[in-house]
């Protein structure tokens, strides 16, 4: 799976995949803060992302519930 990583001046970093389903959803990182934001195209109109920001221990519920600790023992 690519992983798509776009600048976003004055705002962050956008990290987005297309799922299978060819989706694009991602996460937004904004400098300076521990702000994520989760996007997803909007299916009525391909040039919009739509946007959900969680708090940090939001995101980390969010993480947990995907799998993220999983992850982490497959890779150790």
Not at 45 to 53: E, I, Y
Request: hydrophobic share 40%; aromatic share 2%; charged share 25%.
């Amino acid at each position: 799976m690519d992983i798509e990583r776009t600048a976003l001046p004055g705002i962050g970093v956008r990290h987005t995949f297309t799922t299978a389903q060819g989706r694009r959803i991602g996460i937004v990182e904004h400098h300076g803060s521990d702000r994520r934001d989760v996007v997803h195209d909007d299916p009525d109109d391909p040039d919009r992302m739509v946007s959900l920001t969680l708090t940090r221990t939001e995101a980390a519920a969010l993480a947990c519930l995907l799998g993220f600790p999983e992850l982490v023992a497959v890779a150790a």
